[in-house]
């Protein structure tokens, strides 16, 4: 291949070696500084070279253009999803918080009806507390009215005790 590479160039300038100069023993290259296998070094025409590096760019170029739009398009494609989802999961931590909401709601209504229970018990409580009140008022006074019975009654006893007890006559 190499060799129909060089036939197909134009023929060889002056300052270029001819083909059969072209190959070199490694006998004839200075010593390397790292050990490495025997083998025959061949140097190749710098034409030769730029037209096969055409070529094999020529061939692979379009397939690497086409494969990076693709890769550019999945990566807009994967942003436009990433996006989206950040948008999806934005909502879903809406409707959560409105759930919340809803429970907190619910839960207010429901402390609400234990307040208004509760209030109901107390203003009942008080009702009874101010008709024990009056009653208890009630019967204090009874006591008082009749212990002021019983201390008149007495003193009336006593009166009528004292007009019974013999008097002695006067002389006079």
Do not use: W
């Not at 494609?77 to 989206?84: A, E, M, R, W």
């Not at 999806?88 to 009806?113: H, I, M, P, Q």
């Not at 009749?146 to 005790?161: D, F, G, I, P, W």
């Amino acid at each position: 291949m190499e060799e129909e590479a060089r036939e197909n160039d134009s023929p060889p300038s002056q300052s270029e070696p001819p083909c059969n100069d072209l190959k070199q023993t490694f006998s004839d290259l200075p010593p390397p500084d790292e050990p490495f296998a025997m083998e025959e070094v061949v140097i190749i025409n710098k034409k030769a070279v730029d037209k096969l590096t055409e070529g094999l760019l020529a061939h692979y170029l379009p397939d690497l253009h086409n494969s990076k739009l693709a890769l550019q398009e999945l990566t807009q494609n994967q942003v436009v999803l990433l996006d989206t989802l950040d948008q999806e999961v934005t909502k879903f931590r809406e409707c959560n918080g409105l759930l919340d909401l809803n429970s907190l709601f619910t839960e207010a209504k429901v402390y609400r009806n234990k307040l208004v229970d509760i209030r109901k018990e107390m203003m009942m409580l008080h009702e009874k507390t101010t008709k024990l009140k009056k009653r208890a008022l009630k019967l204090q006074q009874q006591k008082q009215k009749e212990a002021l019975e019983k201390e008149q009654q007495r003193e009336k006893e006593l009166e009528r005790e004292r007009q019974l007890i013999a008097k002695p006559a006067r002389r006079t």
